[in-house]
């Protein structure tokens, strides 16, 4: 099977031990990816010139040098008298040239005749040995031993991160590709390769994958029986024994580590363990015990009903209770500091989807019971999370506005409102919205137009003015601009539930609103002020506060405050995994701003991993999409990029207090990474600044703008929004108006001052991009030498950063300006030789070569030969 390999950094790795001459056996579960990964190993080292013998692993009947014999090593017949030294002479002829490197694939398939030649001759003639083994690779290290005096080292195969896997499905299928449907295929396959890619391949088959609005997406669940091809490998060395163990975790899972030995010997644990088809993953102070990949333990599932199924069921029930209840491992703690795995991400997301839907039906057997606002709230909720067809909400709209108004009228109000948020945001009917409230739910005209005002206005933050615009043929009616204002500042008269409940949500809205001005301080007074345990269940405020904070310049403290809140959410199987992604977006920002690309990336893997989306708040998932489009511009993976600008451009936002949930800065960075000139690329999303500035959006036209300088820098945009951005409150925002001012001015001076002050708030990310562009602004003035100084200190910084800043520096080195001819030049000058060497290798003049180390000396800004090595 064809599949990608782990990281390039992974293979750099690899390719360290065996230059070290250090026995290397790559361990990896049956599409892992692991003989990709020694195929491109053994390629690179062919390439260095050195000689590779290839052993690929053939399992058969087991017989003396079968193994050898059928991979074509050996031609002495299996099981013959005397072919034992005989084989070792063909091997050790095979090994005999310089330095040779012994490729063993599927190491745990040979026979142990065939291992014992290969030992031998490898002892013999000192080779190093690069192998791959499914866990565990005790058997391996004991049959291929090193030579003696050398080192032997056991590398884990790293399942794919999340954008890879995405990428892998664009590939797959050829286009677009929904990052829901990336987060499916990833909470399934635990980033193994090989399965991800069967596991597309037979969905689109079975039709669980269909192609809409140039996009694909998945209606169903990916699972299909087909899938059982890939399954069976994984489980083909169980013994009965470890197959009812797993049958048991499977139907109990995940539990607890405590609960798991209680249900399962420790022995058969451990055997789990060992094989790879069991992770101990950790759940804040405690720990779960998980099958892996997750398309194990859904396979066995719905593969059940047999007799191993029955007695699952009896061992569950006779340890935990007839009611088989117990302690269950309910989330995965740590994603926010990059502390979690991506193993650990994969399993929740699997588990958390199917904790969707047995919280819809607890939700609707309580309702059924009694349908109050409370449980009508819980079960809509739920029916959203575990993505209902629309159908099933509506029946419960429909049952809510049956309900006879009375006493129960507050809570009502919050149905209401959920159901305008619903119409508006998710299903995008803005205008059928507007009908939601009526004087039956609140009979006070003023309270009427509060209500009519703060729902408006929110959906108007989130969608942009056109979103709240009535069809006059719905018969709905919307106050003017100003009096809906009016009413949004006017204080609710009256006491009780009911006028409680709308003063706290005009002041969630208030909230929203002075944010997206770019006034983070009065944002946060706003919330202080509210009391928003009136808005209970909903939470929107937790999550805005937090986003008011980093707003405010406080970085850290809202990445610290967001980071626990989602771990919270995460580690729970309650009502709060809905703020997964409102606070993963905040942290995302946060560590965005700070340059913190290699967590971020950890991140954002877990969160789309988890893949628990928050419908009524689409400006989070937009935040998140925008955050990861443009940090796959920076690293080049333009299918991942492409997928999330595209949808974000389907159904774009104002998301007026989302620092980066449009689509313009993204799309901007992808088409400058895709071949389109800067200038280009960017004039559409700076002219889209103008009716941001018109509308009050500050954040979104400041951070924007930001973000559009590091591709291209529309001056007189740029001078207006640092204008507007010098007046907001905090330091987030007049910190990057600073930015914009420099990159207009083009002063190296002040894109270095501005880079210093910039990092002094934590705003590691745009400090090197003003670095950068002081540098390269001090190359074209000519000042190579400040140039090159300046470099090597912003190299250092990166460097000492360790977080991938890297990637914003781009083609910061000198050597980048070099031309093809003079890079090759300079690397020979770089290893010590003359001209006149340089010259007879190149077959070119002496004088030929003088002119070229002249130039590349210039652009360098050395004047030593010993000083080129380094700035290469």
């Known amino acids: 099977m064809d599949v990608p390999a782990p990281s390039t950094r992974f293979l750099d790795v690899v390719l360290r031990a065996v230059a070290e001459g250090t026995t290397t056996t790559l361990v990896g ?74 490729v063993v694939d599927d190491a745990d398939d040979l026979d142990a005749t065939s291992a014992a030649v290969l030992a031998a001759a490898a002892r013999r003639h000192r080779v190093v040995v690069l192998a791959t083994s499914r866990p565990p690779a005790r058997r ?48 399934l396959s635990g980033g193994l390769p090989g399965l991800a890619r069967t596991l597309v391949v037979e969905a689109r088959r079975a039709g669980a994958l269909v192609r809409r609005g140039g996009r694909w997406t998945a209606p169903v669940d990916l699972r299909t029986p087909a899938l059982a091809v890939v399954v069976e490998p994984l489980l083909a060395p169980l ?20 609960t798991a030995a209680r249900l399962v010997p420790w022995e058969r644990l451990v055997a789990l363990e060992d094989l790879g088809l069991l992770r101990v993953l950790p759940l804040g102070d405690e720990t779960a015990a998980a099958l892996f990949p997750p398309l194990l333990a859904e396979h066995v599932r719905h593969t059940g009903g047999g007799v191993r199924d029955l007695h699952a069921g009896e061992t569950i029930a006779r340890t935990l209770g007839p009611d088989g209840t117990g302690d269950v491992a309910v989330g995965v703690a740590g994603a926010a500091d990059g502390r979690s795995t991506a193993g650990a991400a994969a399993v929740l997301g699997r588990v958390l989807r199917r904790h969707a839907a047995t919280r819809a039906a607890v939700a609707r057997v309580a309702w059924e019971r009694e349908r109050t606002p409370v449980r009508t709230l819980a079960y809509l909720d739920a029916l959203v999370a575990a993505g209902a067809p629309r159908d099933a909400v509506e029946a419960v709209l429909t049952a809510s506005h049956d309900a006879p108004p009375g006493a129960g009228r507050a809570g009502t109000v919050l149905v209401r409102a ?57 018969g709905a009616t919307r106050a003017p601009t100003t009096e809906r204002d009016d009413a949004l500042g006017r204080a609710v008269e009256g006491t009780g539930p009911l006028h409680a409940q709308l003063g706290a949500m005009q002041g969630l809205v208030r909230a929203e609103g002075l944010l997206a001005q770019g006034r983070a301080q009065d944002a946060l007074d706003e919330l202080a002020s509210t009391d928003t345990d009136r808005l209970r269940p909903r939470t ?59 967590t971020l990336r950890r991140v954002l893997t877990d969160v789309f991993a988890v893949g628990v989306p928050s419908p009524h708040r689409p400006s989070s998932r937009a935040g998140l999409l925008g955050t990861g489009a443009l940090l796959s511009a920076l690293e080049g993976a333009v299918p991942t990029a492409r997928s999330m600008v595209g949808q974000l451009a389907a159904s774009p936002l104002r998301a007026a207090f989302s620092p980066l949930a449009r689509p313009g800065p993204p799309a901007a960075a992808l088409a400058a990474v895709t071949g389109t000139g800067p200038r280009e690329a960017t004039t559409d999303a700076w002219a889209g600044l103008d009716d941001a500035l018109a509308r009050g959006d500050v954040l979104a036209a400041v951070v924007d703008g930001a973000e559009l300088a590091g591709v291209w820098c529309d001056a007189a945009r740029a001078r207006a929004v640092a204008e507007r951005a010098a007046a907001a409150q905090g330091t987030l925002l007049p910190a990057l108006g600073e930015y914009l001012r420099a990159c207009a001015d083009g002063s190296p001076a002040a894109l270095l001052t501005v880079a210093d002050g910039l990092r002094e708030r934590d705003l590691a990310l745009h400090a090197t991009r003003a670095h950068v562009a002081a540098v390269r602004a001090l190359r074209a003035a000519g000042d190579t030498a400040a140039a090159t100084r300046e470099a090597a200190h912003l190299r250092a910084l990166v460097d000492a950063a360790d977080e991938d800043l890297g990637l914003v520096t781009g083609a910061l080195s000198p050597a980048a300006h070099l031309t093809p001819r003079e890079l090759e030049i300079a690397r020979l000058v770089a290893r010590g030789a003359t001209n006149r060497q340089i010259a007879d290798r190149l077959l070119v003049s002496e004088r030929t070569v003088d002119n070229h180390v002249y130039r590349i000396f210039r652009k360098l800004g050395v004047d030593a030969r010993d000083r080129v090595a380094a700035l290469l």
Do not use: K, N
């Open 418 to 474: 959920w159901e305008y948020a619903y119409r508006a945001l998710v299903v995008r009917e803005p205008t059928a919205a507007l009908a939601v409230v009526t004087s039956d739910d609140v009979p006070d005209e003023d309270q009427r137009l509060t209500l009519a005002a703060a729902l408006t206005r929110h959906v108007e933050l989130v969608l942009g003015p056109a979103g709240g615009e009535p069809d006059d043929a719905t």
């Open 140 to 187: 391996v290290l004991r049959l291929l031993p090193p030579p003696p005096g050398a080192d032997a080292t056991v590398l884990r195969v790293p399942e794919l991160p999340f954008d890879d896997v995405h990428t892998l499905v664009a590939d797959v299928l050829g286009g677009d590709v929904d990052t829901d449907v990336a987060a499916r295929v990833y909470a």
């Open 239 to 258: 013994d009965d024994a470890q197959r009812d163990a797993l049958q048991v975790l499977a139907a109990a899972g995940p539990p607890d580590v405590a």
């Open 540 to 598: 929107d405020h937790v999550a805005l506060t937090s986003m008011a904070l980093l707003c405010r310049g406080d970085v850290q403290g809202a990445v610290d405050r967001s980071s626990g809140l989602l771990d919270e959410a995460r580690g729970t199987y309650a009502e709060t995994d809905a703020e997964i992604e409102p606070h993963g977006e905040v942290v995302a920002a946060g560590l965005y701003l700070q340059g913190r690309l290699r």
């Open 29 to 102: 579960l049956p599409g892992s990816g692991r003989s990709t990964l020694l195929a491109r190993v053994a390629d690179v080292v062919a390439d260095g010139g050195r000689g590779v013998v290839r052993v690929p692993g053939a399992a058969g009947t087991g017989a003396p040098l079968e193994s050898l014999v059928l991979a074509g090593v050996v031609t002495a017949p299996p099981g013959r008298a005397g072919a034992l030294a005989s084989a070792v002479e063909e091997v050790g002829r095979a090994l005999s040239g310089s330095r040779a490197l012994l």
